[in-house]
Nanobody, 128 residues
Framework: QVQLVESGGGLVQAGGSLRLSCAASGRSFPSYDMAWFRQTPGKEREFVAAISWSARNIYYADSVKGRFTISRDNSKNTMYLQMNSLKPEDTAVYYC?????????????????????WGQGTQVTVSS
């Protein structure tokens, strides 16, 4: 069992940057594959980025590739999402998610059904 708490959201102007954090409880964090998703009202939860437990495999949605960077620090039980060159269309509630070493992560990292644990979300608003 792991509990996830996101932080770092806020209001930023277009072109600005934010860094989201996802703090996890529990000793098993280093064994969890992790991801960020986002959601806007009336839309399905959308994949943003994923990182394997070892950090050897990283995946991004095309919409954020080159602007966002996912990383993790297993010694701090924390995952990060550095968001640069933000656009108004990045406005959403951002959620972190975790699953214990999913064997087929390479083919399912973008599906929210892959992940067993979710945080409560943090709002990111990008003004134009």
């Amino acid at each position: 069992q792991v509990q996830l708490v996101e932080s770092g959201g806020g209001l930023v102007q277009a072109g600005g940057s934010l860094r989201l954090s996802c703090a996890a409880s529990g000793r098993s964090f280093p064994s969890y594959d992790m991801a960020w998703f986002r959601q806007t009202p009336g839309k399905e939860r959308e994949f943003v980025a994923a990182i394997s437990w070892s950090a050897r495999n990283i995946y991004y949605a095309d919409s954020v590739k080159g602007r966002f960077t996912i990383s993790r620090d297993n010694s701090k039980n924390t995952m990060y999402l550095q968001m640069n060159s933000l656009k108004p269309e990045d406005t959403a509630v951002y959620y972190c998610a975790a699953v214990d070493r999913y064997p087929k992560l390479s083919s399912s990292y973008y599906q929210h059904s892959t992940y067993d644990y979710w945080g409560q979300g943090t709002q990111v608003t990008v003004s134009s």
